[in-house]
């Protein structure tokens, strides 16, 4: 399933590795955790103004068409007010500003939540977090993102692809041969509804995948609360290797379809942290693979030419 190579750089090794599904690749270099780069994050910035925090929430998010918003225990899901998907929600998963540790009960509430409001959407699915500005949250204040858009991003769409033609070619699933092949391995984190596995191809640190057992956001119902749980135990295991920020995405095939893929959630650590600033690199870049940016590149070449003129 995957193509390992070892080569030695001085005294440390580095691993080319490739995933024969995707032909995706990464380099591992153990000796780079000696640089000491993934020292605990600082706590989030302290409230202020922050618009997620329930006394100004009502008062400062924007409501579904119908002048609702969904609420599932503490969780609160709305429309994104700077979408860039075709539906674009935001779920706060808790009323407290700052949590040193979220429990399954919070998450599992606002993965419904955001899995709602997704609900009928055309397209590709995905449910997503960026956590501390380290790791790309413009708010400090814990929220997941839910997205659809009527064309896969890059890595899902990837998947999707390579699981029919693995499908066609074997007659299997992928996703269940990849659980078999992974179990008993030094990968293989913990098992149950939705198997959590350190991702052979690592394409972020630490990089851990929760398999679901199936394709759509329209089934996934009933595997929301283990997928929580599993994305607990996870953040708990990075927490205790030191490092507190990360991405989480969770891709989905489109409505109604059924060719071999597997819903899976991909889970990140990011290091670097750094206060005074928030990473352009969030979930879309780092997990999806498909970059956000915010400039059109036909207003560079006028606007290159403005500037010229003006010397
Ligand atoms: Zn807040």
């Known amino acids: ?9 001085g005294e440390f090794p580095l691993q080319y590795r490739r995933e024969r599904l995707t032909g995706l690749s ?10 000491g780069l993934d020292h605990p994050s600082p706590t989030p910035a302290p409230p202020l103004d922050c618009p997620f925090c329930p006394e100004r929430l009502e008062a400062e998010t924007p409501t579904f068409p119908d002048g ?60 997503n977090w960026n956590y501390l500005a380290s790791a790309g949250a413009s708010m400090p204040h814990p929220h997941l993102q839910g997205l659809s858009d009527r064309r896969p991003s890059h890595l899902p769409g990837l998947y999707i692809d390579a699981s029919a033609r693995y499908r066609t070619r074997h007659g299997r699933r992928y996703w269940n041969d990849l659980a078999e092949h992974e179990a008993g391995t030094d990968r293989w984190l913990f098992g149950g509804e939705v198997p959590f596995i350190a991702s052979a191809v690592p394409l972020g640190e630490r990089e851990v995948r929760g398999l679901l057992p199936v394709a759509t956001l329209e089934e996934a119902g009933p595997y929301l609360a283990p997928l929580a749980g599993g994305i607990c135990r996870v953040l708990d295991l990075y927490r205790s290797l030191g490092t507190q920020a990360f991405n989480v995405a969770l891709f989905f095939d489109r409505f109604g379809s059924d060719r071999g893929f597997s819903a899976f959630c991909s889970v990140i650590a990011r290091i670097n ?17 498909h970059p956000v940016v915010m400039t059109l ?11 010229e003129s003006e010397k």
């Open 297 to 307: 590149p036909e207003e560079l070449g006028p606007r290159y030419r403005m500037v």
């Open 26 to 35: 990464c380099t591992i270099s153990p000796g780079r955790l000696l640089r």
């Open 1 to 9: 399933m995957f193509v390992i190579e070892e080569r030695q750089n």
């Open 68 to 127: 609702t918003r969904i609420r599932r225990g503490e969780s609160v899901t709305f429309p994104n007010r700077y979408p860039f998907a075709e539906r674009h929600t935001v779920g706060v998963i808790c009323r407290s500003h700052e949590v040193g540790r979220l429990t399954v009960r919070q998450l599992a509430d606002a993965l419904e939540g955001v899995a709602a409001s997704l609900d009928g959407a055309p397209g590709y699915p995905s449910i």
């Open 273 to 289: 942290p750094n206060p005074a600033s928030i990473s352009d690199s969030a979930f879309m870049e780092r997990l999806h693979q």
